[in-house]
């Protein structure tokens, strides 16, 4: 575990200094993008040394052949991948006829990168000395366009110790693959390549998903930061062009390349058109520079900032660490396409296949409702939506009839492509986080509007695949559901997983709750619905009268409920009891014994009692928090925050502060020891949720917020902003004052530790 590489900022990420060993670590994470793209901290010139190359576009992906040894009935085709895009960043550079190639330099003097996450940018520079030695200083930025989806932009200068001919190419590079491949195929077929001067043009097409993409790029050049002219000619392959250019560079002078580049779809586009818009795009961007590119650049990210910041006075540690979760979060989801969500890795890396998963409902949402506005949010249950069918679909493969839908672990276009049997046919519990994803969203919003337009046939589904998947025990007189993986995926095929069984019978209770609304309050929705759906009053009793009996495993003697049937029967030693060069247990442990373990990969119980926290007494979660928290090696980045927010709500202040710092930092500290593989995108809005959720105790109270401030003894001040319900309140909290301020004029009511304060403008309450 690598602990602290990156010295404590509130603004910047910093590596100083040349280490092989953590070029792929710090690819990852000083990972660029703009929700449309994205691409980990490659460098633009050659580099043969260890290094993990990844651009990707949004919603461009390959479904990736499954390999298994057992094929099983209902069984995904593939694993939907996100695929390696043609590179546009690269450059070749000759020096005096010798490759620039850190891995091949004589020294290097001097070496760093910086992630500005104030404006977006990502810098590198470095100072070596060549075989041939002559000695080379390059400084480069580089930034993808918020204002320009399409859009990445790079400033290359470079100078050298004494006169010099330098060779330069930069080029497009669709020959690449991805490192995860199943099968080693070629996902990409070149239908176009071409070039003129000073741009470079490839289209490409993916096999079986055929996306077209546009990939393309400007040359300009600058001495001295004055542009000058230049000729190249046109180097070509069957997969890659460039643009060779020869310059004369006098010791003392700087030469600087600006690089316009990115990605045009057929998401987008039509495909015939991508060449003229890329052409378009280039044209309308002939007479803005660097500077001024990269000014419109940093106002896109002062707005984000100015919704989403959160500010930690007297702990920089904290300060920075959200600060960057929050910077990747939306460099990852933007909210404009509702075709589009969140992989757990977002544009970093390729675990996972960037496809969405249950993290979206069950830790995005919050962070996107309260820091953008709620269209944002609305978006992301939309996706759900226009994949209905879909789940519906993957529900029928499994046996599953009229109209019940399993919506899938993991998807690209709403079918299930998760490649573990496990995963795939027994953590159903993902469908209850996409109901709650629907409460939590109209609860928060006060949006009216979703459950009768979209959420209720959602929520029918749903509530019909929970139906049929319960079974009546003649033995418990209850129905139980058997064989399945809860949240902690160290527990497989498991009967009666509380949290799956618990979150089941709410959703049938909502579902029929929500429909009985719409009878009321929207007939003519009820009436629309109810015919297109074939929903009877007789299937929704059977819901309630299955929600009623639904068997909740529980331990009377220990007063708490159990994590599934059986769990009791484990050698309960404590993760206290491990040899720490054991851990993580993944890592050294056989799966067999992982699962006869009583150790648990991240909150399971807890994740049910942080999601229906009103069901439950403080005492029960105390109880239920001090049996299952000891057993919990929080080996999935999604553990740490449901216990800070617990453990905070608990008065347990350390250890609250300590889960945080493990969520907040875990990819700058590399907890897991994985992050070359990319960042842990979605847990980091379980980030803001320990900070929001957790330290300042945020809930929802009837139609009101309500807070309840425990800060950690280092903070001097913690502030943010929140967009509740179209007003945007601003909370400044201390060890001894909460003042909240609100940009709307009606009065309203604040909770604080469940006293009622009347606000208008502005209230400051003592603690």
């Given amino acids: 575990m690598n602990l602290n590489n990156y010295p404590f900022h509130p603004w910047k990420i910093i590596d100083k200094g040349w280490n092989p ?28 040394g260890k290094t993990f190359q990844g651009s990707y576009i949004g919603g461009v992906y390959y479904p990736d052949k499954t390999r298994v040894g057992w094929w099983k009935n209902g069984y995904p085709e593939y694993f939907a991948k996100v695929l390696n895009a043609p590179n546009w960043i690269g450059i070749h550079i000759k020096i005096e006829g010798e490759q620039l190639d850190l891995h091949h330099a004589k020294e290097v003097l ?57 060779e330069i190419i930069p080029y497009l590079d669709a020959g690449i693959t991805n490192q995860d491949s ?12 071409g070039a003129t001067q000073k741009t470079a043009y490839i289209e490409a097409h993916t096999l079986k998903t055929e996306f077209s993409v546009g990939t393309f790029m400007e040359v300009r050049l600058l001495e001295n930061d004055d542009t000058i002219d230049f000729t190249s000619s046109v180097k070509k392959t069957e997969k890659k062009v460039g643009l060779e250019i020869s310059h004369q560079l006098t010791a003392g002078k700087e030469l600087s390349i600006h690089k316009l580049g990115g990605y045009l779809s057929s998401r987008n586009y039509p ?76 544009f970093t890396g390729e675990k996972y296949g960037g496809s969405t998963y249950w993290d979206t409902e069950a830790y995005c949402i919050p962070f996107y409702m309260a820091t953008k506005n709620q269209a944002v949010a609305r978006n992301l ?23 019940a839908a399993l919506y899938p672990m993991v998807t690209m276009n709403g079918e299930e492509c998760h490649n573990e049997w496990e995963i795939t046919f027994e953590e159903i519990h993902r469908n209850s986080a996409i109901a709650f994803a629907i409460f939590n969203y109209t609860r928060y919003t006060g ?48 009967n009666n997983n509380w949290y799956t069984n618990y979150s089941a019978r709410w959703c049938m209770e909502y579902a029929a709750e929500q429909m009985n609304r719409l009878y009321n309050e929207f007939p003519a929705d009820a009436a629309r619905i109810q015919q297109k759906i074939d929903l009877q009053d007789a299937e929704m009793e059977q819901w309630k009268k299955t929600a009623a009996q639904m068997y909740l495993p529980k331990d009377d003697a220990l007063k708490i409920v159990l994590q599934q049937d059986g769990f ?66 929080h080996e999935s980045s999604l553990s740490p925050c449901v216990h800070a927010i617990l453990a905070s709500k608990l008065g347990k202040e350390e250890q609250a502060y300590a889960f945080y710092l493990r969520t907040a930092r875990l990819d700058l500290d ?98």
Avoid at 141 to 160: C, H, M, N, P, W
Avoid at 300 to 317: E, L, Y
Avoid at 383 to 400: C, M, P, S, T, V
């Fill in 670 to 767: 590399d907890y897991n020891a994985e992050v070359e593989e990319g960042l842990h995108i979605t847990s980091m809005a379980g980030t803001w949720m320990s900070i929001v959720e957790g330290f300042a105790g945020m809930r929802i109270k009837g139609e009101q917020l309500s807070f309840a401030p425990r800060l950690p003894k280092a903070w001097e001040k913690l502030q943010f902003k929140i967009n509740f319900r179209d007003a945007i309140y601003t909370l400044e909290l201390t060890q001894d004052t909460l003042v909240c301020s609100v940009d709307q004029s009606e009065e309203t009511t604040l909770f604080v530790h469940d006293t009622a304060y009347t606000l208008r403008d502005k209230v400051e309450i003592a603690l």
């Fill in 568 to 633: 009791l029967d484990k050698t309960l030693e404590h993760v206290s009891s491990l040899d720490p060069a054991e851990r993580p247990i993944n890592q050294h442990w056989s799966w067999d014994r992982i699962l006869r373990s009583p150790y648990i990969k991240q909150a399971d119980v807890l994740q049910g009692m942080y999601f229906f926290e009103d069901h439950f007494s403080n005492e029960e979660l105390e109880r239920n928090y001090a049996f299952y928290e000891p057993f919990t090696v």
């Fill in 182 to 193: 199943n099968w080693e195929d070629q996902f990409w077929e070149i239908d176009r390549i």
């Fill in 271 to 346: 495909k015939e058109n991508l060449e003229s818009e890329a052409n378009a795009l280039l044209l309308a961007l002939k007479n803005e520079s660097f500077s001024s590119l990269y000014n419109a650049q940093k106002e896109k990210w002062s707005s984000i900032w100015k919704s989403a910041d959160i500010t930690i006075d007297g702990d920089v540690k904290a300060q920075q660490a959200i600060r960057f979760n929050i910077f990747q979060l939306n460099q990852t989801y933007t909210g404009e396409d509702a075709g589009l969500n969140i992989g757990p890795k977002g």
């Fill in 110 to 166: 001097h070496y760093e990168r910086v992630l500005d996450m104030e404006s977006g940018l990502y810098e590198r520079s470095f100072t070596a000395t060549l075989q041939n030695g002559i000695g080379v200083r390059v400084h480069s930025k580089r930034f993808l366009s918020l204002a320009q989806s399409a859009l990445g932009v790079i400033d290359y200068r470079i100078e050298t110790d004494r006169d010099a001919t330098l």
């Fill in 381 to 403: 249950l939309t996706y759900r939506y226009l994949q209905l069918d879909r789940a519906i679909e993957n529900a029928e493969k499994l046996g599953f009839t009229k109209g």
């Fill in 21 to 48: 060993e953590n070029v792929e670590a710090s690819e990852s994470i000083f990972s660029i993008g703009n929700g449309a793209m994205g691409q980990r901290a490659n460098f633009e010139e050659d580099y043969s």
């Fill in 447 to 494: 949006d009216t509007s979703y459950i009768p337009e979209m959420g209720m046939e959602v929520l029918v589904g749903i509530a019909r695949f929970w139906a049929q998947r319960a079974s009546f025990s003649a033995a418990k007189k209850q129905y139980v559901i058997l064989g399945v993986t809860g949240p902690n995926e160290y527990e497989n095929n498991v």
